[in-house]
Every structure is written in C-alpha cells, then in structure tokens.
C-alpha cells in the first residue's frame, strides 16, 4: 500500500512537469503552421515567359499589370538553355491564376513615340513593366512566349478580325491605321505569307462600331502615301492622313455602284485593292481577250491603260512585249488588250454569258472596218491609249488567229499618218529638178537682159510720147469745151437762154389755153 502511493505521487509529479515544458514549444509550432498555411493558401502561382530580350526587366521590381493594376512581380530573370532567350520568372496574384490558359499573352511596355501615337511615357520614371492579357481557355498553362511588340487587340476591346490578300505587303505593319471616311476605324494586326508564298495574308481589326459597316462588298484598298492622278479633267490628289503617308495605312467603303452586301461568312477573304480608283471601279465576270498590232512605237502606252471606243471605256491593255524572228531579223510587239462586253449592250442577238468570242458579229465588224489606233491621252505626261472606230476605205482583212485569239486590225495613228504624207511630200520635193530649172532660170534672165529688156525700154519711151501727146490733146479739150472762156461754153449759155424764154411763152399759152378753151374755135 505504501509502495503503491509513492509510485502515483511519482508519477503525477512527472505528468505535471510535462505540461509546463511543451506548452509554449506546442503553441508556438501551431502558430507557424497556421501561419505556413495561410501563407501557403494565399500565395499565387508561379509562371516562367520566354522573351527575346530581357531589355530594362529587373528581378524584384519589374511589375505585371493588366488594367494598369499590379497582378505580379518578376523573381528572377535568367537564360534559356540554348541561350537564343532570356526566361523571366514571375509570381502572380492569386486570383489571376484561373487567367493562366494557351490563350493568354504577356509583353513588354517601353516608352515609344511613333506618328500615330505615344506609348509606355510612364516608363520613363518607373521603368518598364510587363503587361497581362488574361484569357480563359482549355488548359492550365504556367509557361508562355512573351510577344515582340504591344498587340493591336486586347481581350477587353471590342470588334471583329477580318482577313485580307494582297501581292506585297507595301509599307503596312503592325499598327498601321485603318480609316473609314477618313476616321480611325482598326488597325493592321499581322500579316503573313500564304502557304504558296505567293500572297502575303493581312489580319486587320476592325474596332465596334466600325465592324458592323463591314459586308462581302466592302472593299479595302491601300491608302499608304499619296494617290495622285493626271486627267483630262485635271489633277487628282487623295491621301486619307499624314500618318498614312508616313507609316502606310489602309481604308475601306461601301459603294453604292456595287450593291447591297451580305454579313462575312467565316473564313471569307478580301482582297487588298492598290488604290481608291481600283476599289471604286466596277469588276466584270466576262473577259474576252484580242490580239493587236501597231507599225508605230508605243511609248507612252502602259499596262492598264484603257481600251476605248469613240470615248467609252471597254477594256483595258493587259501587257505587251517584243517578239523577235531570227530568220527574218525582223520585230513586232504583241499588245495583250481586254474587252469586257457587260459595259455595253448589243441588241440583235442572244446575250451570251460565255467568254468565247461571237465569230459572226466580230466578222461583220471587221468588213465594216472595225480597227484600233493608238491615241494621245494626256499632251503632258505623253500616256497612249487604244481607241476602235470603224474607218472607211481600210481594205479588208481576213479574221485569223494567233496562240489562240484573235487578231485585230489596226490603222496607223493620225501623227503616223501626218509624217507618212509629210515624207510623201519631202520625195516630191525631192524629186523636182531643181538643176534643170535653175539653168533654165539663168538662160532666160540672160535672154530678158539681152533682148527684152532694150525692148521694153523702147516701149517706154513710146509711151512716155503717148502719154505727152495725150496730155496735149486733154488740155486743149478743156479749153474748148470745158474752161469758162471757151468759144463752145458761151454758145451754150445763149441756147440755154433762149429755151429758157421759149418754155416760158409755151406755158403761158398753156395757163390760157385752160382758162379760154373756146379761142381754139373763134380764136383770140
């Protein structure tokens, strides 16, 4: 009994110093898991962005912003294994982490002062940042291919990406502006080339409300530098700004002449038009495609110059180029030209719908003599042009055929014409013989010396008599008949008077023969 009281007042004593002991050590070792966990559950996830350069980007004070709200802060910047980029470790916000997909994109922000606008100025002070464009997607994703340059569209902005083709890409590029009615309307986003290398594919944004203006008729054209064009109705300058002219840009409209457009189905295409002019300008299905010939140089004559008849435009030159024969040693220049038949009407006949020439018609054309002549279009830039008219007298040609198409007959031009007379001329000329006619001019200014001329002066001097004697004759005439002393002249004034009192007594026996009828009978 006593042994088992000293045995439980032992171990009391032991129980008792245990709990003083650990106490402290216990609540100081849950306080740090709570605080390990709090720490846990509130830290964000951890991402790794590959960039090219790692330009101003500072582990521990470089920030990540979306909204220009810190989001994150970079951890360390080190080297890909390769060496070809620079990894940027960063640590995000919490709430950020269900934003981590294949669809977010990160890039850096640096100040930069371009035509159109001015960007990163705040960096100037603070340094650069990195931005976030977050984006849910399919996947989780922790590591990321920072961009080269700040994105046209953000995941905020409101609008629709449309995709363009055009030969070359020009001076566009990325964040180049798009204009409708000369207002800011998108921009360019990235351009690419197609999978032949042939084309380059341009995906431009339109911003809302612009988007909706946007239909399969719509038609975007290059409005990079200054469109200028020289006419008969005079000079022609557009440009749709300065920051166009400097940086490239592009444009786009609806016209009217092209009708009504549909919404853009997906995956549609439009095509990059050169210019305002070539947008507006109606495009036609059917092509019928001739051959020409010209005797005369065609120097001022360009690819797309019209193709006219008698003023209206029905097609256009497509190309040319020199054709040699090595036998003969002799040239020709093959004019390629295009006539579009849905710009005219032709009654009389089926419409046809094809691109087959109709043989009948084009045969009755050429007897009718259906030719084509090179004109002047503009007296200052020297630009030809193809003009058809029907010209009487032009012999008949036989329709034929040359890789496939036809021939059309052509007339020289009107200065053509001018300088084969003007060389007609010049032969004639040149064939008068000036020679001959000279010695002949000499012998008979020898023989006008010789003998005619002592016979004209003789004939002279027998005038010179004549004309004396005439003198004479004309005077003496005036003495007698015309002076006032004239023998003649006194004659007559006694005859005038004698008539003049001769009329008197006839009228007064006139006035009495009126008042005494009877006299007659019984006389006076």
Do not use: C
Not at 72 to 84: E, N, Y
Not at 92 to 101: D, E, G, R, T, V
Not at 154 to 169: H, N, P, V, Y
Not at 353 to 373: C, H, I, S, Y
Request: proline share 4%; net charge positive; hydrophobic share 40%.
């Amino acid at each position: 009994m006593h042994e088992t009281q000293i045995k439980d007042a032992v171990w009391h004593e032991k129980k008792k110093g245990i709990s003083t002991i650990w106490i402290v050590p216990i609540v100081a070792l849950v306080i740090g898991a709570m605080l390990f966990y709090q720490s846990l559950s509130e830290k964000g996830p951890e991402i790794k962005i590959d960039f090219k350069s790692a330009a101003g980007i500072q582990a521990g004070k470089t920030l990540i912003k979306y909204k220009d709200v810190e989001v994150g802060k970079v951890t360390d910047v080190t080297f890909s294994p390769d060496l070809k980029s620079v990894t940027v470790s960063a640590e995000l916000k919490k709430n950020m982490k269900p934003f981590l997909s294949e669809k977010t994109r990160f890039w850096v922000v640096k100040a930069k002062v371009g035509m159109g606008e001015i960007q990163g100025l705040d960096t100037l002070l603070s340094g650069v940042y990195i931005v976030m464009d977050p984006k849910q997607g399919e996947q989780y994703v922790t590591r990321f291919e920072g961009l080269d340059h700040i994105p046209v569209v953000t995941s905020g902005e409101k609008g629709r990406t449309f995709m363009l083709q055009a030969d070359d890409i020009g001076s566009l590029d990325v964040g180049s502006p798009i204009y409708y009615k000369k207002l800011r309307a998108g921009s360019v986003a990235s351009y690419k080339l197609d999978k032949d290398g042939k084309k380059v594919d341009i995906e431009v944004f339109v911003k809302s409300p612009f988007d909706k203006l946007v239909n399969d008729k719509t038609r975007f054209y290059n409005a990079s530098g200054i469109w200028a064009n020289i006419s008969a109705d005079g000079i022609e300058v557009q440009t749709e700004s300065l920051v166009s002219v400097v940086m490239g840009g592009l444009a786009f409209d609806n016209f009217p002449a092209h009708g009504r457009g549909n919404p853009v189905p997906k995956g549609y295409i439009f095509k990059l038009y050169e210019n305002f002019k070539d947008a507006k300008k109606l495009h036609y299905s059917r092509e019928l495609f001739f051959w020409l010939y010209f005797d005369e140089s065609i120097r001022g004559l360009s690819e797309g110059a019209p193709v006219e008849y008698r003023g209206v435009k029905i097609g256009e030159v497509i190309s040319y180029s020199l054709v040699g024969n090595a036998d003969t040693a002799e040239f020709k220049i093959p004019i390629l030209i295009k006539i579009e038949p849905e710009r005219f009407n032709v009654t009389g006949k089926a419409r046809q719908t094809g691109n087959d020439v109709n043989e009948p018609v084009f045969f009755k054309l050429l007897k009718k003599g259906f030719r084509a002549q090179l004109k002047s279009g503009n007296l200052l830039t020297g630009e030809l042009y193809i003009d058809f008219d029907f010209y009487k007298d032009v012999p008949y040609v036989e329709p034929k055929k040359e890789y496939g198409l036809y021939v059309i007959p052509s007339v020289p031009t009107e200065i053509a014409s001018l300088k084969s007379n003007a060389q007609k001329i010049m032969q004639r000329i040149a064939d008068i013989p000036f020679d001959e006619i000279g010695t002949e001019m000499r012998d008979l200014m020898k023989e006008v010396r010789v003998s005619t001329i002592p016979k004209v002066d003789k004939a002279v001097v027998s005038v010179d008599r004549l004309i004396v004697d005439t003198n004479k004759m004309m005077n003496a005439a005036r003495k007698n008949y015309v002076d006032s002393t004239a023998e003649i002249n006194r004659k007559l004034l006694k005859l005038l008077d004698e008539m003049t009192r001769t009329t008197k007594s006839i009228k007064h026996l006139t006035d009495y023969l009126e008042r005494h009828p009877e006299s007659l009978i019984k006389g006076k």
